[in-house]
């Protein structure tokens, strides 16, 4: 496979005003009839040259140029690329093209879900549709005319407004829609089913009535009331925060249960998989409603920021998510608890994207090459590319931020444009120079602070020296420093903050500076301390960096119950239980697990004073995942036992103070979606899941009782999950037997099912995952199936995966394989564990490697999987 460079980015040569599509909908086919209105690109650098369309398991039934058909010397069709050597300056080509959607299971394109007809089309599913120059920067008005039997596919729908619709003979219909905004070819999207809708309305802040549809299979009916709630808030809170006003006049969501993404935000027509729109109370955790507000938002708020005002290239691509989801987790933040929303988005960062950023994938925020375009809707795209929106927006500050976001919408609406235009509108804006800064786009690799302090009592002076690196990533060396926000605040012995004085003449500096950090060494006097501080650091997780500091346990615990700034709070206790854990990976038997370890958790689960959601985060031990991404050469099983080992420690010591946590957050009336609810579920699934991993009796009883009993998802699951990880066999088979009985015609819930199994090493052995695969409800077609026991066996249930014999590997690597013949997407993904096996332990890497070779030699190998396995072994 060719890799593709930004580098090498040329305008587009000829450019498309309007496309007229028209789809005819069979069930052995669909013939695509596409009309394009096409031009010279003036802006193109060279003119007059060959016109060249993309193009993607299409058959190609006529071509014509200006109402002329082409004769076969007239065009190549090499493949991938239609090219017409010789065109006028402005022409109307017309192309019908045979494509087969029933048969398509990379689901790219034109495919079909559970009888439905649907699309994806970013990145590049475009041109499996019909030819195209399938390019962002190319943005044409659409008008779309979809035909269908009128009985199977009662509803048709495509972009923006509906505008005519009719009979036709033997039983078809037609419906065409208009697209009055220009966009690329990504945003196009076309749903046919047999489909009910819900329908609501938004009045906008300018008095416009916007009709709101969410179209499901008859059986979910009961199941959109939430996404449309949040719809109609996030379509507020965008005109409050960011001044963004809807501009069609109908805007649909679509729910389709085989989708390789969460969602996709094509213009007018949003398309979801069913498992980030579908919820009830009944059937759906906690979670998933949190997921379902956060993605229903992001989307919508794509209208701006990707669609209204789009990307150039792929290179681009964070230029919408990065922003998109620094908008969605800002909306978050708003609905619900901002330090808990933090907590979880940092935890993602960490964990996931600080290893995808130290491991051979590793690329910038903007990268400079890639091979397969879907590789690159990473972590590192939208987390650290919402981080690095985040820094800007604390630079400079929410009034100046916002001043930058309107002019960038202003100044580039309809337009496909580069993150360095948004930085530059940022710059424009405020008047702030954030040249250096622009370095978190272009280099890879995650900056590391090693930061020491030193105290003179004398003078009551506190240093603080810190030093930046950025380490070496695939293709990039010697790195220059960047410009790093550094949030920091300094307590007294009683929890006090004191006044940070830059210099010796201030007197009351303010209790929290970020300072900036642009050089790669630093020094930072603080003045006028009569007693060491203790320093809190990076507060708020103001850059996404590592931190290295000498911490001692007894900082960690004063922090832990005295730092103010909620997040630092719990990332104190999560570095305490850190180091207590790696203290114990091959200690000898025996051992004495800090006691004060097991007494801050007594603390904690009886403050009934402190937010109890940031009390519930701070129970929750660090990931096996977490623990590993700090290590240097992982022992996972080792890990693993250190892990358990503290977990059942601290189990039994606070058994009384778990029960009691139980009961003070149980039954408390009618379920409800509040923060402080939903943390009060939170509580007491812990508790439970703590008395099930030592076996206690009389938490066997209340799982039992909670199951039976809960009118929630939340509680049903999470009394599930505890009997599943607990030894009592016999309710634990009982417990998973009723769910599924219960449960088994809901795929959402389903797919819960296989979860909880596949990602616990009581239930989800190797043999047991076999099992799960063979189950009628598992469905290899389905991504969302495939990741719920694959994906969720490789990337949760680690010790299973990485058992010392290597069956866990040779097993994914099966699977990989397999999915790569129908889906390369998904099987791409799937790779993703074992690309990290330099991060192991020579007996682990080896046996990993050799998986990923097992890969690499199978015969025809996408494209997508060919660059994850090949760029792994490099
Ligand atoms: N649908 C994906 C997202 O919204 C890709 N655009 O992030
Ligand atoms: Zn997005």
């Given at each position: 496979p060719q890799t593709i460079y930004l580098s090498e980015y040329q305008a587009p040569a000829y450019l498309v005003d309007h496309v007229s599509l028209r789809f005819e909908l069979f069930e052995d086919g669909a013939r695509v009839h596409s009309t394009l209105s096409m031009r010279q690109n003036p802006a193109a650098g060279q003119s007059g040259g060959p016109l060249v369309l993309d193009g993607d398991s299409l058959t190609l039934e006529s071509l014509s140029l200006n109402g002329q058909p082409l004769a076969s010397g007239e065009y190549q069709n090499?493949?991938?690329?239609?090219?017409?050597?010789?065109?006028?300056?402005?022409?109307?080509?017309?192309?019908?093209?045979?494509?087969?959607?029933?048969?398509?299971?990379?689901?790219?394109?034109?495919?079909?879900?559970?009888?439905?007809?649907?699309?994806?089309?970013?990145?590049?599913?475009?041109?499996?549709?019909?030819?195209?120059?399938?390019?962002?920067?190319?943005?044409?008005?659409?008008?779309?005319?979809?035909?269908?039997?009128?009985?199977?596919?009662?509803?048709?729908?495509?972009?923006?407004?509906?505008?005519?619709?009719?009979?036709?003979?033997?039983?078809?219909?037609?419906?065409?829609?208009?697209d009055p905004f220009p966009k690329p070819a990504y945003l196009f999207a076309l749903v046919a089913g047999d489909l009910v809708e819900k329908r609501d309305t938004f009045t906008t802040v300018s008095g416009r009535d916007i009709d709101l549809r969410i179209y499901v299979e008859a059986r979910n009916a009961r199941k959109c009331d939430y996404a449309m709630d949040a719809l109609k808030r996030s379509m507020r809170w965008d005109e409050e925060v960011y001044g963004r006003e809807y501009d069609l006049?109908?805007?649909?969501?679509?729910?389709?249960?085989?989708?390789?993404?969460?969602?996709?935000?094509?213009?007018?027509?949003?398309?979801?998989?069913?498992?980030?729109?579908?919820?009830?109370?009944?059937?759906?955790?906690?979670?998933?409603?949190?997921?379902?507000?956060?993605?229903?938002?992001h989307e919508y708020f794509h209208n701006w920021s990707g669609n209204r005002v789009t990307c150039r290239d792929w290179f681009q691509l964070s230029l919408k998510e990065g922003f998109t989801v620094f908008r969605d987790s800002q909306f978050s933040a708003d609905m619900g608890s901002p330090t808990v929303k933090r907590i979880e988005d940092v935890t993602l960062l960490r964990t996931a994207q600080f290893a995808e950023d130290a491991g051979p994938m590793a690329h910038p925020v903007r990268p400079a090459s890639y091979m397969e375009i879907s590789n690159f809707y990473t972590l590192t795209i939208y987390e650290k590319g919402a981080e690095v929106v985040r820094m800007i927006h604390n630079l400079l500050g929410d009034d100046m931020f916002r001043k930058g976001s309107d002019l960038y919408f202003e100044r580039h609406d309809g337009q496909a444009v580069t993150t360095d235009d948004f930085v530059k509108a940022m710059e424009d804006a405020s008047g702030r120079d954030l040249g250096q800064f622009r370095l978190w786009y272009e280099q890879a690799g995650t900056p590391v602070l090693a930061v020491s302090d030193h105290y003179d009592e004398v003078q009551g002076v506190?240093?603080?020296?810190?030093?930046?690196?950025?380490?070496?990533?695939?293709?990039?060396?010697?790195?220059?420093?960047?410009?790093?926000?550094?949030?920091?605040?300094?307590?007294?012995?009683?929890?006090?903050?004191?006044?940070?004085?830059?210099?010796?003449?201030?007197?009351?500096?303010?209790?929290?500076?970020?300072?900036?950090?642009?050089?790669?060494?630093?020094?930072?006097?603080?003045?006028?301390?009569?007693?060491?501080?203790?320093?809190?650091?990076?507060?708020?997780?103001?850059?996404?960096?590592?931190?290295?500091?000498?911490?001692?346990?007894?900082?960690?615990?004063?922090?832990?119950s005295h730092d103010p700034d909620g997040f630092n709070r719990w990332d104190a206790g999560q570095k305490l239980a850190v180091d207590v854990i790696q203290s114990l990976v091959d200690a000898p038997q025996g051992t004495e697990i800090e006691p004060r370890l097991v007494e801050a958790y007594r603390l904690l689960l009886n403050d009934t004073e402190l937010d109890q959601a940031l009390v519930a985060k701070m129970l929750l031990l660090p990931s096996e995942a977490y623990?590993?991404?700090?290590?240097?050469?992982?022992?996972?099983?080792?890990?693993?036992?250190?892990?358990?080992?503290?977990?059942?420690?601290?189990?039994?010591?606070?058994?009384?103070?778990?029960?009691?946590?139980?009961?003070?957050?149980?039954?408390?009336?009618?379920?409800?979606?509040?923060p402080g609810a939903i943390a009060r579920r939170s509580l007491r699934n812990t508790a439970?899941?703590?008395?099930?991993?030592?076996?206690?009796?009389?938490?066997?009883?209340?799982?039992?009782?909670?199951?039976?009993?809960?009118?929630?998802?939340?509680?049903?699951?999470?009394?599930?999950?505890?009997?599943?990880?607990?030894?009592?066999?016999?309710?634990?088979?009982?417990?998973?037997?009723?769910?599924?009985?219960?449960?088994?015609?809901?795929?959402?819930v389903v797919e819960l099912w296989f979860s909880v199994q596949a990602s616990s090493d009581r239930a989800g052995q190797l043999p047991q995952i076999q099992a799960l695969l063979d189950h009628p409800a598992f469905d290899w077609k389905n991504p969302n199936k495939v990741r719920s026991v694959v994906g969720v066996f490789a990337g949760q249930n680690l010790a299973a995966f990485h058992k010392p014999d290597g069956s866990g590997y040779r097993?994914?690597?099966?699977?990989?394989?397999?999915?790569?013949?129908?889906?390369?997407?998904?099987?791409?993904?799937l790779v993703?564990?074992?690309?990290?096996?330099?991060?192991?332990?020579?007996?682990?890497?080896?046996?990993?490697?050799?998986?990923?070779?097992?890969?690499?030699?199978?015969?025809?190998?996408?494209?997508?999987?060919?660059e994850v396995v090949h760029k792994s072994l490099a």
């Open positions: 090499e493949g991938d690329k239609l090219v017409i050597p010789v065109v006028p300056d402005s022409f109307e080509l017309a192309v019908v093209t045979w494509i087969e959607p029933q048969n398509n299971t990379r689901l790219e394109g034109l495919y079909k879900s559970s009888g439905m007809f649907c699309t994806q089309c970013e990145a590049e599913g475009f041109r499996c549709i019909t030819y195209y120059p399938d390019r962002p920067d190319v943005m044409a008005r659409f008008q779309t005319r979809v035909e269908a039997d009128k009985s199977a596919y009662p509803v048709l729908l495509s972009n923006g407004n509906p505008i005519e619709q009719g009979d036709l003979e033997n039983g078809r219909h037609f419906v065409t829609w208009e006049d109908i805007f649909m969501i679509v729910a389709v249960d085989d989708f390789n993404m969460g969602a996709m935000e094509n213009k007018g027509l949003n398309i979801f998989n069913s498992s980030c729109v579908l919820a009830s109370q009944d059937t759906a955790t906690d979670a998933a409603f949190q997921r379902i507000e956060a993605i229903v938002a506190y240093r603080l020296d810190i030093r930046q690196s950025v380490p070496d990533t695939p293709g990039q060396t010697g790195k220059l420093p960047q410009h790093i926000p550094f949030g920091l605040g300094l307590l007294d012995s009683e929890g006090q903050p004191l006044p940070l004085n830059l210099n010796a003449d201030e007197q009351s500096g303010p209790v929290e500076r970020v300072l900036e950090l642009t050089e790669s060494e630093h020094r930072f006097e603080f003045h006028g301390l009569r007693e060491r501080p203790v320093p809190s650091l990076l507060r708020d997780f103001s850059a996404p960096v590592r931190v290295h500091y000498p911490w001692t346990r007894e900082q960690l615990l004063f922090l832990m623990l590993i991404e700090l290590s240097e050469q992982a022992d996972v099983p080792a890990i693993h036992d250190a892990r358990e080992l503290v977990l059942t420690h601290l189990a039994q010591a606070l058994r009384d103070d778990l029960l009691a946590c139980y009961q003070r957050n149980a039954g408390q009336g009618d379920y409800q979606l509040t439970l899941a703590w008395l099930l991993h030592i076996d206690d009796e009389q938490g066997r009883a209340l799982a039992v009782e909670q199951i039976e009993q809960a009118d929630n998802m939340t509680d049903r699951l999470g009394a599930l999950r505890a009997l599943v990880n607990s030894g009592f066999e016999s309710e634990r088979n009982q417990a998973l037997a009723a769910f599924f009985e219960r449960f088994q015609d809901d795929p959402q097993f994914l690597a099966d699977q990989v394989c397999r999915l790569d013949d129908s889906n390369p997407q998904i099987a791409a993904r993703s564990p074992l690309t990290r096996w330099k991060k192991f332990s020579p007996q682990y890497s080896s046996q990993m490697k050799a998986a990923l070779e097992r890969i690499r030699d199978k015969t025809e190998l996408s494209r997508d999987v060919y």
